[in-house]
């Protein structure tokens, strides 16, 4: 069966440092996607970076990247020089699909709460 | 504004009463996801469309629960006779169809939250 882990509940960072969220998934299929998205306590979910389970470059977006190691089925989250602004809940998920065909699963991980301290 | 808007944004009602959220997609999104999110959890995947076919509803938490989205642009999820356990937070997600690689991601609205007295 599919899961996602993220074994942090909660963690602090200090303002300008750099941070990392750990996620583990679980799959048999070759072809999926990995997510993660920030939510602020306002609610919305807001897309952060993606990486496709045959890319071969760890994915990287302004200050956000993603530590990927296939082997392990982990897709750490790297968060450099924390702002205030990225204290929020943040979760990992993963996507199944099939090109081609209707098929499309994703499941999210319970989240791992950040606040930066000033 | 292009984004995923759900409506309404809260929603207070009593046990046992029938609600009804609606989900308005980005426009040139063919898929369309309902979760579930309690407190201090991920999303619960419900159900999708994809356009106005719902191709996965096994999830939808019980025969209370119902989705449509008739003419594959907005969609709605209805909940009757309410529970307590039904109070959380429905999101609403779009995306394109794969294209060519499953690296679209779903775009979310703000939510519709639910509170049952």
């Known amino acids: 069966a599919q899961k996602i882990t993220q074994t942090q509940p909660g963690m602090f960072v200090q303002e300008k440092e750099a941070v990392t969220l750990d996620c583990t998934y679980d799959t048999s299929d070759q072809s999926y996607g990995l997510f993660w998205y920030k939510q602020p306590s306002s609610g919305e979910m807001i897309f952060l970076i993606y990486q496709g389970s045959y890319d071969e470059q760890n994915a990287t977006e302004g200050r956000y990247s993603l530590n990927f190691q296939k082997a392990r089925k982990s897709a750490n989250l790297v968060i450099s020089a924390s702002q205030l602004g990225d204290s929020a809940m943040y979760f990992c998920a993963m996507r199944e699909g099939l090109i081609g065909t209707s098929y499309d699963k994703v499941i999210f991980g319970p989240g791992t709460s950040l606040s930066v301290i000033p | 504004d292009t984004g995923v808007s759900q409506n309404p944004r809260h929603k207070i009602t009593k046990r046992g009463q029938n609600v009804t959220f609606r989900c308005d997609p980005i426009s040139e999104h063919n898929r369309l996801y309902w979760y579930r999110q309690t407190l201090g959890q991920g999303p619960e995947f419900l159900t999708y469309?994809?356009?106005?076919?719902?191709?996965?509803k096994s999830r939808l938490l019980s025969d209370r629960f119902s989705a449509e989205r008739p003419k594959g642009s907005f969609s709605t999820l209805e909940i009757q006779r309410t529970e307590q356990g039904d109070s959380a937070m429905y999101l609403c997600?779009?995306?394109?169809?794969f294209g060519r690689g499953i690296n679209q991601p779903q775009h979310f609205g703000d939510g519709t939250r639910l509170s049952i007295l």
């Open positions: 997600a779009s995306s394109p169809g």
């Open positions: 469309f994809q356009n106005e076919a719902q191709l996965e």
